[in-house]
């Protein structure tokens, strides 16, 4: 079984960045995907971001350019966030991918507010 945790999240001004951090346990080795959702609460959990093991990334065109994922020795990634908008305001989750599963973190809050 793989569990992941999430952590990083806060207030920041319009502009401003944050780093989030998801650190994975377990079964690590199964993992193919690392990826970071968002959900508001009016709307579905998006996708963000993912990174394969490959170091294949892939971002949301809303956040091309302002968002960065990585991974560090397969059991940590983060989401480097820069260029904040009040619009990135959400619950951000951590998700791991395997062959057989699909597994969640709790979620952090961040909200971007003057």
């Known amino acids: 079984q793989v569990q992941v945790v999430e952590s990083g999240g806060g207030l920041v001004q319009p502009g401003g960045s944050l780093r989030l951090s998801c650190v994975a346990s377990g079964n690590i080795a199964s993992i193919n995907v690392m990826a970071w959702y968002r959900q508001t609460p009016d709307n579905e959990r998006v996708l963000v971001a993912s990174i394969n093991n490959g170091g294949y990334t892939h971002y949301v065109d809303a956040v091309k350019g302002r968002f960065i994922i990585s991974r560090e020795n397969d059991t940590k990634t983060y989401l480097q966030m820069n260029t904040l908008k009040p619009e990135d305001t959400a619950v951000y989750y951590c998700?791991?991918?395997?062959?057989?599963?699909?597994?969640w973190g709790q979620g952090t809050q961040v909200t971007v507010s003057s």
């Open positions: 998700f791991a991918g395997t062959r057989w599963s699909d597994i």
